[in-house]
Nanobody, 123 residues
Framework: QVQLVESGGGLVQAGGSLRLSCVVS????????MGWFRQAPGKEREFVAA????????YYADSVKGRFTISRDNAKNAVFLQMDSLKPEDTAVYYC????????????????WGQGTQVTASS
């Protein structure tokens, strides 16, 4: 079993920055892809970014390219999402996920999920 715990959410003004963390514990696989997804009220959960553990390949949704950066710290078994130039439309609950998806943005292919952390960017 894999446990994912997110932290770092909060309230910021538009244009500000936040850094989300996801600590991974339990039986982890070096083949897992780590993803960040978000869900706004009344909307479906959507892909934000992903990172493969083995090859360090990174993937981003078009809406966050150039503003968000996904990274990892193997020693801490953690994945991070640096969010800069936040916009009100980035407001959502952000979830960390782990799995072996064929396509990094396929949320149904991720096996493990964290509990989520709220991010609010006010205008």
């Amino acid at each position: 079993q894999v446990q994912l715990v997110e932290s770092g959410g909060g309230l910021v003004q538009a244009g500000g920055s936040l850094r989300l963390s996801c600590v991974v514990s339990g039986h982890t696989s070096s083949e897992y892809t780590m993803g960040w997804f978000r869900q706004a009220p009344g909307k479906e959960r959507e892909f934000v970014a992903a990172l493969s553990w083995t090859w360090s390949s990174k993937y981003y949704a078009d809406s966050v390219k150039g503003r968000f950066t996904i990274s990892r710290d193997n020693a801490k078994n953690a994945v991070f999402l640096q969010m800069d130039s936040l916009k009100p439309e980035d407001t959502a609950v952000y979830y960390c996920a782990a799995g072996t998806p064929t396509y990094a943005d396929d949320k149904d292919a991720y096996e493990y999920w964290g509990q989520g952390t709220q991010v609010t960017a006010s205008s």
